[in-house]
């Protein structure tokens, strides 16, 4: 038999809470299947809240500062071995669906100067002609180029003329209610995904990434979807009073730094406004959630379900109004970092929920392991297969998480133990320190609570430790002089 198929999902800017299996009312019948039928760690995170450099991380198992894919705005080196690259040699066909974000989306520094253009942001890599090493590709992005926009220019060229060159998104925010489902980004993607499962060949083992752009800003959804959650009760944002009063001066300064979306200061939309982003936040989820279904039943038609490893997640969260922010940035908060993340497939339980500690660069190596193989030297993250065999209750006493903007001011590194987290920022004599057992919504800093001096103390060393372990391993030495 064929070593497992593998099918990596990810959604794009999805919280780890925004699953009907995570207690949401959000509605996600084919996700929780996949979680009933498999593994749901439940204290997943990102080692980046933003897109380029995640998505680096779960491509290569290795952290943004290794990758050189330490914001967005930047092009993944072409010389990193990625999961493709440790699959092929394997026999695995490698596909890729939606989108990849591995190079900039726009031209310059400047967001009113326009989208890249596809050939330069979707060219191959020079060494074997490859785009980062998948056999073939259908991509698209933030602002439609590539495949799906060459697809709509031929299906629906009123459509396209609309979103064409556009690189807010701005018409496809004002269009999203009336945008028919049959021609947006989330079900093109699910089509070319089914297509490759139908004209696969069996012989060779799979792999797939399909890469969903939602739930994504802006939030909108087919009106069909929006409808469903019409008068739907949906959960208030986390703050409390003079909060912000609390937050580090200098995140709050971030819009005078030029951050887009904007700086730290509150969001100004009313209570309302918030519930329908919410709600419309939703009803992107419900749509990709089909999707996911259809995918499924392409596998059980093909006969390839029960060979195939099934991994779902997401490259950052959403902070949808807590603490007063939205969207993500350079506030490490629960749902800005925590990702979902479901393995299903052989080898892995199911039925089963774990709290142990995992960082998304720690997909790869659980996946070469999954299938038998050795973790490649140079790969930084940890292989979560003793934790699925039942062989430990963790393989991590902490994960780190960081953003680095320093030609924006601000750097931040933060780690997370089971209990804590230390959100620590260059140059600056503030921080933050949260005790999640106590204090789960992050609402009151104790950074300078003497009564958590040893806390704090421990932590920053665990943090050091952690820098240090975590330099990158390439070049591996091969002669001892």
């Known amino acids: ?146 495949e799906y926009m060459a697809w709509l220019q031929k299906v629906a060229p009123e459509w396209a003329k609309n979103l064409h060159g556009d690189p807010g998104n701005e018409s496809l925010h004002e269009k999203g209610g009336i945008f028919p489902p049959e021609l947006h980004q989330t079900r093109w993607i699910a089509d070319r995904s089914i297509e490759t499962i139908r004209t696969h060949d069996s012989s060779l083992p799979l792999f797939m990434w399909t890469s969903f752009i939602d739930p994504h800003h802006p939030f909108n959804a087919p009106r069909a979807y929006v409808e469903k959650y019409r008068n739907a009760s949906v959960p208030d944002p986390v703050k409390r009073p003079g909060e912000l009063d609390l937050r580090p001066d200098h995140l709050r300064r971030q819009g005078e730094c030029g951050y887009w979306p904007g700086g730290g200061e509150e969001h100004q939309y009313t209570d309302e406004q918030v519930r329908h982003i919410i709600r419309n936040y939703y009803a992107m989820i419900t749509f990709i959630d089909e999707q996911i279904g259809r995918i499924r039943d392409a596998l059980l038609e093909a006969g390839m379900m029960e060979n195939t490893i099934v991994i779902f997640t997401s490259d950052h969260g959403e902070l949808l109004g807590d603490h007063g922010l939205m969207m993500k940035g350079p506030w490490h908060y629960e749902g800005s970092i925590r990702v979902p993340m479901i393995l299903r497939g052989p080898g892995i339980p199911a039925g089963t929920r774990t709290d142990a500690l995992m960082e998304n660069a720690d997909i790869l190596p659980t996946l070469q392991q999954l299938i038998g193989e050795k973790v490649p030297y140079g790969v930084q993250g940890r292989s979560q297969v003793p934790v699925l065999a039942g062989d430990s209750a963790t393989v991590r006493d902490s994960i780190i998480c960081s953003y680095d903007a320093h030609d924006r001011g601000i750097r931040l590194k933060t780690l997370c133990t089971d209990r804590y987290k230390l959100n620590v920022f260059a140059g600056e004599q503030y921080g933050e320190l949260f005790d999640l057992y106590e204090d789960p919504h992050e609402l009151y800093n104790r950074f300078f609570d003497s009564a958590f001096a040893p806390v704090r103390t421990r ?14 391993p390439l070049p591996e030495r091969k002669a001892i002089y």
């Open 1 to 146: 038999m064929n070593k497992p198929n593998i099918l990596l999902i990810s959604a794009d800017q999805m919280r780890a809470d925004a699953m009907g299996c995570a207690g949401s009312p959000v509605i996600t019948p084919n996700i929780d299947r996949l979680a009933a039928e498999g593994t749901l760690f439940e204290r997943a995170y990102c080692v980046n809240p933003v897109c380029s450099p995640s998505r680096a991380a779960i491509f290569t198992g290795r952290y943004p500062h290794s990758t050189g894919t330490w914001s967005i705005g930047l092009s993944l080196n072409e010389e990193e071995i990625t999961i493709c690259d440790h699959l092929k040699p394997l026999g695995y066909r490698c596909v890729a669906n939606g989108k990849m974000h591995f190079r900039p989306e726009l031209n310059d520094m400047d967001f009113n100067h326009g989208a890249s253009p596809a050939p330069v942001r979707f060219r191959n890599r020079l060494s074997d002609g490859t785009y980062y090493g998948f056999d073939a590709r259908q991509l698209t992005e933030d602002h439609p180029e590539g």
């Open 459 to 472: 932590l920053f060393e665990m943090l050091v430790t952690r820098l240090i372990q975590d330099e990158d």
